[in-house]
């Protein structure tokens, strides 16, 4: 397997407090990998410096052999990666079909003047957004809440339409922060085995997050952030024993 990401001596301060820390590691095409730590360990602003919602102070990320860093968040997305947030970013007011057809007309390549006139490249790009819509749909498990208003979902389906926006994109790396965030353990499960399936069709996928027994049950290999550096790059059952990680994040209860 070639390596997709490489993120290499990534550095971020906020004024005089070292966000991100000389952290360097690298994602194999087809992998799942798992970005862990204690909460302000720097999970989410790696996430940040690799999407280009914030500019790194030292250090580079790369995509397949070509540089992300300095780019816009729209040009990093444009070259395949798609992430998700913490906090679901939808439209309220949209149902769950519209908010899926907005993100994939959003990145076609139809313009505006193209839509508002009616040309037939827009026609074919609404009705390519509708198909594209309805298999994100089957995939995370809301094609039965097409019409529904995307504020009228509980949380859980929201997070799951968070994903959607993501795959929508049809994206080679895909950033998950914290996807199973409100879910209940049966929700937990199908979704860790919904990311399986999304791995399976080709995607590459970094996950943060907090729920060990999915982290450990779905990553094929696991980082682990301190206080903004990293600690561990290892398999999920040398994780589990490693004690720098079980000091820091884990707990004395780890092998349970």
């Keep these: 397997m070639s390596t997709l990401l490489e993120v290499e001596g990534l550095t971020k301060r906020f004024g005089g407090v070292r966000a991100v820390n000389d952290v360097t590691f690298s994602v194999t095409t087809g992998e799942i990998l798992g970005l862990i730590g204690p909460n302000g360990a720097g999970k989410t602003t790696t996430f940040n410096l690799i999407s280009g919602f914030f500019s790194s102070d030292e ?16 040009q990093i997305a444009a070259m395949g990666v798609a992430r998700t947030f913490q906090g679901t970013r939808l439209f309220p007011r949209l149902t769950v079909a ?23 490249s827009a026609r074919r790009a609404e009705a390519t957004a509708a198909q594209r819509s309805t298999e994100v749909m089957q995939w995370i498990g809301l094609e039965a809440r097409g ?14 339409l968070g994903l959607g926006l993501a795959l929508a994109m049809r994206p080679r790396l895909l950033l998950l922060d914290e996807p199973f965030a409100g879910m209940n353990p049966g929700e937990t499960r199908d979704a860790a085995q919904m990311v399986r399936r999304i791995r399976d069709t080709g995607v590459t996928v970094v996950l943060v997050e907090h729920d060990m027994g999915a982290v450990m049950g779905l990553c094929d290999r696991i980082v682990v952030l301190d206080q903004g550096g990293k600690i561990a790059d290892d398999t999920p059952e040398r994780i589990r024993s490693d004690p720098h990680v079980i000091e820091a994040y884990l707990g004395t209860d780890a092998d349970a």
Aim: hydrophobic share 45%; proline share 2%.
């Design 147 to 160: 019409n529904e208003v995307a504020a009228s979902l509980a949380y859980a389906h929201q997070s799951l």
């Design 59 to 74: 250090g580079r990320v790369a995509l397949d052999g070509r540089r992300l860093t300095g780019l816009r968040p729209d």
């Design 98 to 120: 519209e908010t899926l057809q907005t993100a994939v007309l959003a990145h076609s390549s139809v313009g505006f003047w193209a839509d508002w006139l009616g040309f037939s």
